[in-house]
């Protein structure tokens, strides 16, 4: 195919002189000066060496600086952290290892999805953070945090104890597996935020009203579960990741089961993907999943005049590319109307909770000018959706506080799927947080 | 500087406390059990002594428990040299009966301080320092707040009431009594404590039983009741102000306004 041109200049206009002089200005050219050597290795790359030389820092070495990577950072919209501007940054002798920003990202992987040079942040993070965490260099959150994860086994530092504690009163039994003394369809793994914190509790009961009601042969671990330590992988704790998955898997392969059901994107990342080389290999199915499944057993009769939009999880979508099963019982609650925000599915918006961010709020809020939950409580609400649902424990408390600092209070509502569905079904006391 | 660094197990407040039958204690057994607090900062004090000028740290800790064990391991994680278990099964010692078995286990070793947390979450009367330089006729400074090196001694913040702090110089060997590291207590990853653990970095010293006590005998113990009566102040910070005023007025405190 031959392309028109339609010259501006035409041929016999073209001049060639050795010297041009324009308005006084001397704008004459060496004929090869696009040949000289550009000055691009006069950088000291101790710095850049140190990441690369780790056991999952060597993409870092990669970056072309293309810097696909910045409009789809989420940290970078709300601050000045970026994949492309680390490896800028250790070209001009950032320490990464004592800097603010090795704990700024979140490990949402939309960088790694368009990078062309696959420069992979959610290997070199937990590895530049592991040798960080090894000399000690750890933001006080977060060592609080990892403290109180490896004496109670859950970051919130809750007696573990009292960790079947929320199924107390509830009009539907969640029986602990220890109790049951045989072998169950589907042993239901919690997680902490869905059995500590009351926001986390509300959808906890409404999901074991909706598995009781679907009639699922289930039980619970109770106080045998500890956090399953993906989060703490990723903000660089391997050790304690390590204790945590030794101890799960003992508890886990003492029991016979069928399907291992998670709450969490984040456990369910882990038993996908970290536990079974540990001798932990499970049928593991997201809640969503497993709902999806059984859709047409759920049978929903209550009207949801509701005007929903959807969150996509980082550990759920981009991570292990399920975002249809959420979207597909959003769909199905009737009378509701579904409204998605510009930013989803593949290139869906982080809520800043993943890779330890969870318990970075004070680290992000010196470096940030604003938290990643509350960037997307502002997509959601542009939407003119009156709900916004959610699938991950991570995100209930984050996007509802965000709600109230972004003065959107009353305006978006945030719910866990299981809260609508158990709606949907008739089965919700109505009674909340 | 030869360090020792006195730690201690004291019960998980996260943990129901419950009483024992008489109630006369805790009903220690069901009770977790964590390092008492000012005792992490003995220890991060005496780290950083040993970073800024050398010599050694030796953690020691009453008890044969897994939570004793644990905090010694995670000693020698931090940076101690080595860590020592007094060890029998003991239960609560009182403070005279704590420095009586320090003092045995300490007077044959001829370290140049021992630092210790300045009281404990458990009995909250910070006797155990000064009885253990009683003991073993060394000086003495409770309340420590900062620790410097001067000369053949130590310079020696202590704090007092209303913001108020004093420096001693402090001829070595010397105990003290620490409230606050220079910095807060460090991080020590899950990894190394268990290394730690796996070299068996522990060492046992000859537990010799205490004859003393403090002499006091706890006759009854009781849970607080909680109270009723708290009120939340609303309205703008004027308002809220004047409610302040009101209500400290109304008990006593404060002249007019």
Redesign the interface.
């Known amino acids: 195919m031959t392309r028109k041109v339609n010259p501006k200049v035409a041929p016999d206009h073209v001049l060639e002189l050795d010297h041009a002089v324009i308005d006084e200005m001397d704008i004459s050219g060496h004929w090869n000066r696009m040949f000289e050597q550009r000055v691009i290795f006069d950088y000291d790359v101790a710095q850049l060496d140190r990441v690369t030389a780790l056991d999952g820092g060597e993409s870092m070495g990669w970056c072309y600086q293309c810097a696909q990577c910045i409009p789809v950072c989420p940290v970078d919209h709300v601050g000045s952290y970026g994949p492309r501007k680390i490896y800028r940054n250790l070209q001009l002798g950032q320490d990464l290892f004592t800097d603010d920003d090795l704990w700024l990202c979140t490990t949402c992987a939309n960088c790694l999805r368009v990078c062309p040079k696959e420069v992979d942040m959610l290997q070199i993070m937990p590895a530049v953070r592991k040798a960080a ?2 000399a ?1 260099d ?1 933001p ?1 959150d977060l ?1 609080d945090v ?2 109180k994860t ?3 086994g859950n970051p919130l ?3 573990a ?1 009292r960790r079947a504690e929320w199924t107390k009163g509830l009009d539907v039994e969640v029986p602990l597996i220890s109790e049951v003394g045989r072998k169950v369809d589907v042993l239901w793994w919690v997680s902490d935020y869905p059995a500590y914190h009351p926001r986390g509790i509300d959808a906890s009961r409404a999901l074991a009203r909706v598995l009781h009601h679907l009639g699922v042969d289930f039980a619970i671990l109770g106080a045998e579960e500890r956090h399953d330590g993906d989060s703490m992988l990723r903000a660089g ?4 990741f ?2 945590l998955a030794e101890h799960n898997i003992e508890v886990l392969n003492s029991y016979e089961f069928d399907v291992l059901l998670t709450t969490d994107p984040h456990a369910y990342n882990a038993f996908l993907h970290e536990y079974p080389q540990r001798g932990g290999t499970y049928n593991v199915v997201h809640y969503t999943k497993f709902l999806e499944q059984r859709l047409d057993d759920l049978g929903m009769t209550e009207t949801i005049d509701r005007t929903i939009t959807f969150h996509d999880p980082c550990y759920l979508g981009r991570h292990n590319g399920e975002y249809d099963a959420p979207r597909t019982l959003i769909g199905a609650l009737p009378g509701s109307e579904f409204v998605e925000m510009w930013r989803n599915r593949e290139n869906g918006y982080c809520c800043g909770g993943g890779g330890g961010g969870m318990w970075l709020d004070g680290l992000a809020a010196d470096n940030q000018s604003m938290r990643l939950s509350e960037k997307r409580v502002m997509e959601a609400v542009e939407t003119g959706a009156d709900t916004l649902c959610v699938v991950c424990p991570y995100e209930v408390s984050r996007f509802e506080d965000a709600v109230k600092s972004t003065n959107n209070d009353g305006k978006l509502e945030v719910l866990d799927i299981a809260e609508l569905l158990e709606t949907a079904l008739g089965l919700s006391n109505g009674q909340r947080g | 500087m030869d360090i020792a660094v006195i730690l201690r197990t004291v019960p998980d407040p996260v943990e129901e406390l419950e009483l024992n039958d008489d109630e006369t204690d805790l009903d220690r057994d069901y009770l977790g059990f964590v390092l008492n607090e000012f005792d992490d900062h003995a220890l991060e004090e005496a780290l950083l002594l040993k970073e800024a000028g050398g010599g050694s740290v030796t953690a020691y800790a009453i008890g044969t428990t897994d939570e004793v064990e644990q905090i010694l391991y995670t000693a020698v994680a931090k940076g101690a040299d080595a860590a020592v278990k007094l060890g029998d099964d003991v239960g609560a010692l009182d403070a005279h009966a704590q420095a009586e078995v320090l003092a045995a286990a300490l007077g044959e070793r001829s370290h140049e301080l021992i630092l210790c947390g300045v009281q404990a979450s458990d009995e909250i009367d910070g006797q155990v320092a000064m009885l253990l330089s009683a003991k073993l006729d060394l000086p003495h400074v409770s309340v420590v707040v900062g620790v410097e090196p001067a000369g053949d001694g130590l310079s020696v913040t202590k704090e007092y009431w209303g913001g108020i702090t004093a420096t001693y110089d402090v001829s070595l060997p010397a105990v003290l009594g620490v409230q606050a590291a220079q910095q807060a207590p460090r991080y020590v990853a899950v990894s190394r404590i268990r290394q730690a653990q796996e070299a068996g970095a522990l060492s046992e010293a000859p537990f010799v039983p205490p004859t003393g006590s403090s002499g006091i005998t706890i006759t009854a113990m009781r849970i607080p009741e909680s109270g009723t009566g708290a009120e939340m102040i609303s309205g703008d910070e004027e308002a809220a102000a004047d409610r302040i005023v009101e209500l400290l007025q109304a008990a006593g405190m404060g002249g007019g306004a």
């Open positions: 965490v090894l000690g750890v006080a060592q990892f403290e490896a004496r109670y530092g809750k007696n104890k704790e391997a050790g304690l390590e204790m």
